[in-house]
């Protein structure tokens, strides 16, 4: 999963990345250039965007749900691996291209995609709580099984 400086990032570009065009824009390394399923064609089509880091070259995420995958095979379909692991991305049911969206349609799914962020960022920032919570119980605990 993303850190929170990550996602932070991610959710500001990705509000560019409602078109088609830019999002296959982004596989410039891409491995999977002919002959397979997961072309920057067809990644794009299916909501993706390459967001490779160092340790993680193919790692592709949903400009919408935040869908992160890794670890691409020639055979794999993007579509099918997307409504396999966020059958409820708003963008896949959609099914509609950007430039056919009406104002009132593209405004519900930008808010939808917001929350989708800030749900996600949350979850991020109570996970962190929680290793704080259980390190700091760590050291009260050792303290004072140490005392005499
Ligand atoms: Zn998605």
Redesign the pocket.
Known sequence: MASLGVLKKRVDLFYHMYSQEAREQTFVDWPFREDCMCTPGKMASA?FVHCPSQNEPDVAC?F??L?ELEEWEPHDNPRVE?IKR?PN?R??IMGKDFLKLTLGEFLHMEEDRLKIYLKKACHIKMADFQEEIERTLGILKSMFDSKP
């Open positions: 909501g949903c919408y749900c869908l997307h966020s991305c963008f896949l």
